[in-house]
């Protein structure tokens, strides 16, 4: 017999095949898909990141993140309300400081009016009901655009972290909520948690920048406060490496026993793996900081039609809670969270 004759004698029993399961089943309506849904965004999974820069009535476009602006405060102020309006819970703020204010050991980070510490008094007095969530690192601060000080192309450690705990007390004393320490200097959770706790902010939360790898998708973030024309050299001797994850659940240990509250990976798509095993091992509150490169990388497509920005927008945000994410830091928010309003 030939091939042809075999496949046309031969009845296909899927049934028996799969054992009478039938997949497709609960796939064929749209009332069904939405039944057996598992996974959802609302706006309380959002963490908006917005740049803060100096001056009034200012909104400069960020050129690497499209529909992303640096605010001046009154304009961050507006974005404050925007976001209480759609039910975001929190701002996270990063600050574009002037070149001229950066220096070697970035002294601008411990200035109790530099722009953070303005941005979050003046957000804290017009919109208290939102949650500010503030970076700890040196990197928008130093004039070598590194999160630490530099001795002989060295970043130090433990200096960082006594100038790191500073840097955290100053932004809870203008009225942060969540302090995220993005440096990744060894026991800077625990040094802030102390100082904070001494300092009578016991109520301050600390998010910590737990599996920060050194990545190639912060480039648009660092157009974005300034730091790529300076940075020298790269990160990875603090940075995690792309390469490993064990090491993650090295770092989530470390910073619970030291007194974090919350726990982040990033970026996110890349490391939705590690995301997983966080949540898996530690059943801590875990997020993803889904980065300005994924937010570019997205835009850039949708814009050359490449693909359909808005569904692949959805479909990333809803891998983060697929993966165990309780939420997300996304460019996205206040569009998800709009869309999510009008429906
Ligand atoms: C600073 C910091 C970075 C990001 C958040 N905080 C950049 C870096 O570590 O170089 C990146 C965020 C993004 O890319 O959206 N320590």
């Given at each position: 017999?030939?091939?042809?004759?075999?496949?046309?004698?031969?009845?296909?029993?899927?049934?028996?095949?799969?054992?009478?399961?039938?997949?497709?089943?609960?796939?064929?309506?749209?009332?069904?898909?939405?039944?057996?849904?598992?996974?959802?965004?609302?706006?309380?999974?959002?963490?908006?990141?917005?740049?803060?820069?100096d001056?009034?009535?200012?909104?400069?476009?960020?050129?690497?993140?499209?529909?992303?602006?640096?605010?001046?405060?009154?304009?961050?102020?507006?974005?404050?309300?925007?976001?209480?309006?759609?039910?975001?819970?929190?701002?996270?703020?990063?600050?574009y400081t002037d070149p001229a204010l950066r220096d070697?050991?970035?002294?601008e980070?411990?200035?109790?009016?530099?722009?953070?510490?303005?941005?979050?008094?003046?957000?804290?007095?017009?919109?208290?009901?939102?949650?500010?969530?503030?970076?700890?690192?040196?990197?928008p601060y130093t004039s070598h655009g590194?999160?630490?000080?530099?001795?002989?192309?060295?970043?130090?450690?433990?200096?960082?972290?006594?100038?790191?705990?500073?840097?955290?007390?100053?932004?809870?004393?203008?009225?942060?909520?969540?302090?995220?320490?993005?440096?990744?200097?060894?026991?800077?959770?625990?040094?802030?948690?102390?100082?904070?706790?001494?300092?009578?902010?016991?109520?301050?939360?600390?998010?910590?920048?737990?599996?920060?790898?050194?990545?190639?998708?912060?480039?648009?973030?660092?157009?974005?406060v300034g730091a790529n024309a300076t940075?020298?050299?790269?990160?990875?001797?603090?940075?995690?490496?792309?390469?490993?994850?064990?090491?993650?659940?090295?770092?989530?240990?470390?910073?619970?026993?030291?007194?974090?509250?919350?726990?982040?990976?990033?970026?996110?798509?890349?490391?939705?793996?590690?995301?997983?095993?966080?949540?898996?091992?530690?059943?801590?509150?875990?997020?993803?900081?889904?980065?300005?490169?994924?937010?570019?990388?997205?835009?850039?497509?949708?814009?050359?039609?490449?693909?359909?920005?808005?569904?692949?927008?959805?479909?990333?945000?809803?891998?983060?809670?697929?993966?165990?994410?309780?939420?997300?830091?996304?460019?996205?928010?206040?569009?998800?969270?709009?869309?999510?309003?009008?429906?």
């Open positions: 017999k030939s091939t042809a004759e075999t496949q046309h004698s031969t009845k296909i029993d899927v049934s028996a095949i799969t054992g009478g399961r039938r997949m497709r089943r609960n796939r064929r309506s749209d009332w069904s898909r939405r039944l057996i849904r598992e996974n959802a965004i609302t706006a309380n999974d959002l963490i908006w990141p917005i740049f803060v820069l001056g009034e009535n200012k909104i400069q476009p960020v050129s690497s993140m499209p529909g992303v602006d640096r605010l001046s405060i009154d304009n961050a102020v507006r974005a404050a309300e925007k976001a209480a309006k759609l039910g975001i819970p929190v701002l996270a703020l990063f600050p070697d050991t970035g002294t980070a411990l200035n109790e009016n530099n722009l953070t510490c303005r941005a979050l008094r003046a957000i804290k007095k017009e919109v208290p009901e939102i949650g500010l969530m503030t970076d700890v690192a040196l990197d590194h999160d630490g000080l530099m001795r002989d192309g060295v970043i130090l450690n433990d200096e960082t972290v006594e100038q790191l705990t500073r840097q955290a007390l100053v932004q809870a004393e203008a009225g942060s909520d969540i302090i995220g320490p993005s440096d990744m200097m060894d026991g800077r959770i625990g040094a802030i948690r102390q100082a904070l706790d001494c300092g009578d902010y016991l109520d301050v939360q600390i998010m910590a920048y737990t599996a920060k790898y050194a990545s190639a998708f912060y480039g648009p973030f660092r157009d974005a940075l020298k050299g790269d990160k990875q001797t603090y940075q995690m490496d792309p390469c490993n994850s064990d090491e993650a659940l090295i770092e989530a240990e470390l910073d619970i026993s030291e007194g974090a509250d919350m726990l982040m990976v990033k970026p996110g798509m890349p490391y939705l793996d590690v995301l997983r095993r966080l949540k898996d091992s530690f059943a801590m509150p875990t997020f993803a900081y889904q980065v300005s490169g994924e937010y570019a990388m997205l835009c850039a497509a949708g814009q050359n039609g490449w693909l359909d920005q808005d569904r692949a927008m959805w479909e990333s945000l809803i891998a983060f809670k697929r993966a165990g994410a309780d939420g997300i830091l996304t460019y996205f928010a206040p569009k998800i969270a709009e869309a999510l309003a009008n429906k």
